[in-house]
């Protein structure tokens, strides 16, 4: 995959420490306001880009979404991919694993739902869940940890040498800017059929969590498959930032439309 630049890439090999790495940037905007009309544009390349991929059906892109509890991943795909064609655009959600599931390895369920050429896919939280929960709760030991990552990456290449783009983004939020989210559902009677006691529960472990994202960011941020980590506090500015992202790697494919089947100059109606 050609390298993509953006001051949110984590390149390959470096060390992730998320404290160093800010949640609140705004990219510079005065305002949500001012951000709207480039938000729009991006959408507008997006449904350009996604039209010929899915004509061509030669390429096809994996977004993987993942962060802390109300990091904003649905906000994330219900703003951003609005305008595109929904015939051509597939979202999974990976939760706990199903007794059918769980008698495979952790990646059988993820490859099923890899996009065919000619589709986008978005994992609104990914294979990365079989990794973090468990460690974080101690179900595994880092032997398998670092076992599982490395599995991770030989299957992202895997999909990267099959004409699959995968492109990862890690929604960035603070400890305080959660609090006030989860605050904001409590107080919000619309809201309250999103809360989950999980969702308080593993607050709890924000540390280990932190610790374990970092461990993952570095060891699976590659050139196949890189990571980005996406300042998440704005939301407005999020979403600028991530289409921003996917504008490019769409558009750095250079795909054409299919050469045409039939003559239309000669067809007659």
Not at 7 to 18: A, C, N, P
Not at 127 to 140: A, G
């Amino acid at each position: 995959m050609t390298k993509i630049k953006s001051e949110y890439r984590i390149k390959t090999g470096s060390k992730v420490r998320l404290r160093h790495l800010k949640t609140d940037s705004d990219g510079g905007f005065k305002s949500k306001e001012q951000a709207a009309p480039v938000l729009v544009k991006h959408r507008d390349r997006l449904a350009d880009a996604q039209e010929v991929l899915y004509a061509s059906g030669t390429k096809a892109l994996l977004i993987v979404l993942q962060g802390m509890d109300t990091a904003g991943k649905d906000g994330t795909i219900s703003h951003i991919f609005s305008g595109v064609n929904p015939q051509g655009c597939d979202v999974t959600p990976f939760k706990i694993p199903t007794p059918e599931e769980a008698k495979h390895d952790f990646l059988w369920r993820v490859h099923k739902a890899v996009p065919p050429r000619g589709k986008i896919g978005i994992f609104n939280r990914s294979h990365y869940e079989d990794v973090l929960s468990p460690r974080v709760h101690k179900l595994i030991s880092e032997k398998e940890v670092g076992r599982r990552l490395a599995e991770i990456n030989r299957f992202e290449k895997s999909l990267a040498e099959n004409d699959v783009v995968v492109v990862k983004f890690f929604l960035h939020i603070s400890e305080g800017e959660q609090k006030r989210r989860l605050q904001s559902r409590l107080d919000t009677p619309a809201k309250h059929w999103k809360l989950s006691m999980a969702d308080f529960n593993e607050r709890l472990f924000w540390p280990q969590y932190t610790e374990a994202y970092e461990n993952l960011l570095s060891a699976t941020s590659t050139d196949d498959a890189p990571w980005f980590v996406i300042p998440a506090d704005v939301k407005w500015y999020r979403n600028v930032a991530i289409s921003e992202i996917l504008v490019k790697a769409m558009e750095r494919l250079k795909l054409k439309y299919p050469k045409p089947t039939v003559d239309a100059g000669k067809i007659k109606l």
